[in-house]
């Protein structure tokens, strides 16, 4: 919210909304894990691959996603060591609203989390 109404609306132009890391989501973890960005263990991967369905806060899923976090962490850091004004938000943003919908991208397997209501 805050990266598409900062600039229209004061309400969501939050003096620290630079420092708003990203909503990770199964869109940016399958982004990711097609860059090699982060890796699973075969039997995640296995799961992933076969929709077989993780348990919401589950250790795989848990850890699934805050790999996730930390690449793009990782991403922000490297993009800002080389000039970019970039947030964690942005990044977020581009993985899951450009990738995530690119054709190259769009067939990769998600993970499936059916006891969530955020995916």
């Known amino acids: 919210l805050r990266d598409r109404f900062h600039k229209e609306d004061p309400r969501f132009n939050f003096v620290d909304g630079d420092s708003l890391t990203a909503y990770i989501d199964n869109v940016i973890c399958a982004v990711l894990r097609k ?3 982060i890796a699973v263990k075969k039997a995640l991967s296995d799961a992933i691959e076969t929709h077989e369905a993780l348990t919401s806060g589950s250790p795989e899923e848990v850890a699934l996603r805050a790999a996730a976090m930390a ?3 990782e ?3 490297i993009a800002r060591s080389r000039g970019f004004n970039l947030c964690p938000s942005h990044v977020g943003n ?8 690119h054709p190259d991208y769009r067939p ?3 993970h499936a989390t059916k006891d969530t209501v955020f995916y």
Do not use: S
């Open 108 to 110: 990769f397997p998600r």
């Open 35 to 37: 860059e090699g960005i």
């Open 71 to 73: 690449g793009v962490e």
């Open 94 to 101: 581009f993985l899951w609203g450009y990738l995530g919908k």
């Open 75 to 77: 991403i922000t850091e």
